[in-house]
């Protein structure tokens, strides 16, 4: 567990890069039970206007905790995370598409010990989440 | 499109979901999470009972709720034009395997914005206790015809 008060706002304490392919899409409908169409069949995707098989945003917003989880060493410690989706996350058909994830401290109350981490997750040279922010017990 | 009428509206409560530690484990490693998140004796050793869900874990018992405001008249959600666009997981305390819980959805809001629609939903999640458990709030933006 990380000491609160060795902190500093703007330390980067974890950083990480995910590589999604069709695989990952099709794996995480099955464990998340959303199965739309859009996140594996290109025929349907491009049907509705888009540019292509798109991530789930919920399993960008997935797996862009996870390198805070690993250096808290508890998901127990996460008291709130919340997101806002901003650009889809295109997924080719083969291949893969390359995320990107810094997570940064943000703001710390060192008499609750709760601390704030802000997450940038990139894709393509773009941030594809907007107020990505955790709230974690340290 | 989406009828503002629902605004306030509480759909009944889900039926009893059990969280199972294997259902956690597919469910992290689907979202990329560490083989050491997913460890039972870490897991104890941290004080836990069993194995802590991931924390978007909750977007399961979300989608429960959500497949009632899809199938309701009254709510004429039109979901082929929705798009995700905020989700929020406030925990009280974290989803452990074994935990039996059930899901309750409430309307918090629909707005107008630009020929789109806003929707705001709350899903809380509640323990065998009935004691909170989380949070989950989830905004959808309804496409306008011409957007």
């Given at each position: 567990m990380p000491d609160i008060s060795e902190l500093v706002i703007g330390d980067v304490v974890a950083e990480k890069n995910f590589n999604l392919d069709r695989d990952s899409l099709v794996r995480y409908a099955g464990a998340s039970g959303?199965?739309?169409?859009i996140h594996y069949r290109d025929d349907v995707a491009v049907s509705v206007g888009l540019p292509g098989v798109l991530a789930h945003g919920m399993l960008t917003m997935g797996l862009s905790i996870d390198p805070v989880v690993s250096w808290l060493?508890?998901?127990?410690?996460?008291l709130e995370y919340g997101v806002r989706f901003t650009k889809p996350v295109v997924v080719p058909a083969k291949g893969r598409a390359v995320i990107t994830v810094v997570a940064r401290i943000a703001e710390l109350d060192q008499e609750t010990k709760k601390a704030r981490i802000d997450l940038q997750t990139s894709f393509d040279g773009n941030n594809?989440?907007?107020?990505s922010q955790v709230w974690v017990q340290l | 499109m989406v009828n503002s009428n629902i605004q306030g509206k509480r759909y009944p409560k889900s039926a009893t979901y059990l969280v199972g530690r294997e259902k956690i484990r597919e469910f992290a490693r689907a979202t990329f999470a560490s083989e050491e998140s997913i460890d039972l004796v870490a897991a104890e050793a941290a004080g836990h009972r069993d194995l802590v869900a991931p924390p978007t874990f909750p977007i399961v018992l979300q989608e429960f709720g959500l497949k009632l405001v899809i199938a309701d008249p009254e709510a004429g959600l039109d979901f082929s034009r929705v798009v995700h666009g905020e989700q929020k997981f406030v925990f009280k305390r974290p989803i452990v395997a074994g935990d039996l819980l059930t899901s309750e959805l409430s309307v918090t809001s629909v707005k107008s914005l630009g020929g789109n629609h806003m929707v705001v939903f709350d899903t809380e999640i509640f323990d065998e206790s009935n004691s909170l458990v989380c949070t989950a709030i989830s905004t959808l933006v309804v496409r306008g015809e011409d957007a």
């Open positions: 959303d199965f739309n169409p060493g508890d998901s127990g410690k996460i594809v989440l907007g107020k | -």
